[in-house]
């Protein structure tokens, strides 16, 4: 079955880096775009950064331009999300999805905590 598990969260400072992985499983992960997410505590759960299969076409929300960088290794079925310049308003959980078949697949998500 369709499989995705993240990895990579954890306790930063401001200013601080972290990469984030997403290992996929039970589908051909080279022919599916992907995307990261989020959702801070109390809040709607928001589109961060998505990538075609070929990992050519990035975008980004307008928070995390400049300081986030999505990307893939296909050989590898990994999706990665490295965050620089991190600040405590980039706390929340962090989930991969793929929209499989027509139907949004999520893993269950790794924390991320932005804090002095």
């Known amino acids: 079955q369709v499989q995705l598990v993240e990895s990579g969260g954890g306790l930063v400072q401001p200013g601080g880096s972290l990469r984030l992985s997403c290992a996929a499983s039970?589908?051909?992960?080279?022919?599916?775009?992907m995307r990261w997410y989020r959702q801070a505590p109390g809040k709607e759960r928001e589109l961060v950064a998505t990538?075609?299969?070929?990992?050519?076409?990035?975008n980004y929300a307008d928070s995390v331009k400049g300081r986030f960088t999505i990307s893939r290794d296909n050989a590898k079925n990994t999706l990665y999300l490295q965050m620089n310049s991190l600040k405590p308003e980039d706390t929340a959980v962090y989930y991969c999805?793929?929209?499989?078949?027509?139907?949004?697949?999520w893993g269950k998500g790794t924390l991320v905590t932005v804090s002095s």
């Open positions: 990538t075609t299969n070929t990992g050519s076409i990035p």
């Open positions: 039970g589908f051909t992960f080279s022919t599916y775009a």
């Open positions: 999805n793929v929209i499989y078949r027509g139907m949004y697949v």
